[in-house]
């Protein structure tokens, strides 16, 4: 099923707890956040009957490693019965090698987010500074939060559903954040143009993750 919101979070705090109220129902007994930023947001709006750990490279997780070195992961597989990875992948080199372990250590739900890097760069290119963003540009020193890919919205998607179809994963729920507006005259312009250039191109556009 393919849903799309138009509520956008603005924030990690946010993101999180979108979840909680938008995916209540895919979040399990036991929980594994990869990437949730060493904050434990996510802990604050979760039931406190749920098992949860948190996976980062900073901050204070319960596991502190670095994705890019440390794969496979100490654990058990089915540990968990969600794991989760919400705008984590695309600032990994090795994003297929951390699926497939998150995969393995699910014995249920996965539940996945990744970013509309063209909603950034059309923001980037409007705004008054017209730089590449926090995640991308050319510094003179590599900053350690940056993205190792560069990706639309419908990419995004099509590397969901194939990475399913690979792995015999069956997708619950796919939808794209942003999609819709609340404003009406930006909602009109979003049909606008699925009436003339299609659902791939308004995606593309306005939908903030997917």
Not at 3 to 14: A, D, F, M, T
Not at 39 to 48: A, D, I, M, V
């Amino acid at each position: 099923m393919i849903n799309n919101l138009s509520q956008v979070y603005k924030s990690r705090e946010e993101r999180n707890q979108f979840l909680t109220l938008k995916i209540h129902k895919y979040i399990g007994k036991s929980e594994l956040n990869i990437g949730g930023g060493g904050e434990r947001f996510l802990e604050k709006y979760l039931p406190n009957n749920i098992e949860y750990k948190e996976l980062d490279i900073c901050g204070i997780p319960d596991i502190k490693c670095d994705l890019e070195r440390d794969i496979p992961l100490d654990i058990d597989d089915n540990v968990f019965e969600t794991v989760i990875a919400t705008e984590a992948l695309e600032h990994l080199e090795n994003p297929l090698k951390v699926l497939d372990e998150m995969s393995r250590l699910s014995g249920m739900f996965l539940i996945l987010s990744l970013p509309n890097c063209w909603v950034m760069m059309k923001s980037n290119l409007f705004s008054k500074i017209s730089d590449s963003g926090k995640f991308y540009g050319f510094p003179l020193e590599v900053p350690s939060d940056r993205h190792k890919w560069f990706f639309s919205a419908h990419e995004a998607e099509s590397f969901y559903k194939d990475y399913a179809s690979k792995n015999n994963l069956v997708i619950e729920e796919l939808f794209h954040i942003g999609y819709y507006s609340k404003n009406i005259l930006k909602n009109l312009i979003r049909s606008f143009i699925s009436l003339f250039f299609g659902e791939r191109v308004r995606k593309n556009l306005f939908s903030t993750s997917v």
